[in-house]
């Protein structure tokens, strides 16, 4: 249902952008989100988007680097991850949220190298 790209290896200070293609029925009424896990750790959040667009909210961590948004009618959501930095390293989830209904993205990886 979500289909995650555009991870890869990167050195740090680089960009990268990350896509998530949705084939859900109504996705516009789909909050969305993206989340992500190191190696040994826990998923962790990252970022969120309303599913109109007009709010968005993304850990302090990430604050000030990554930007999350979406195009409903390419009913595809981003995650645009600037000054990437080692910490950043890991897989990435996104996900689509209606209520009590979720849905998961198989995950891309991404490895900032310093």
């Known amino acids: 249902q979500l289909q995650a790209s555009g991870g890869g290896l990167v050195q740090a200070g680089g960009s990268l952008r990350l896509s998530c293609a949705a084939s859900l029925r109504s996705f516009s009424t789909y909050d969305m989100g993206w989340f992500r896990q190191a190696p040994g750790k826990e998923r962790e959040f990252v970022a969120a988007v309303s599913w109109s667009g007009d709010s968005t909210y993304v850990a302090d961590s990430v604050k000030g680097r990554f930007t999350i948004s979406r195009d409903n009618a390419k009913n595809t959501g981003y995650l645009q991850m600037n000054s990437l930095k080692p910490e950043d390293t890991g897989a990435y989830y996104c996900?689509?949220?209606?209520?009590?209904?979720?849905?998961w993205g198989q995950g891309t990886k991404v490895t900032v190298s310093s």
């Open positions: 996900s689509a949220a209606l209520g009590a209904q979720s849905f």
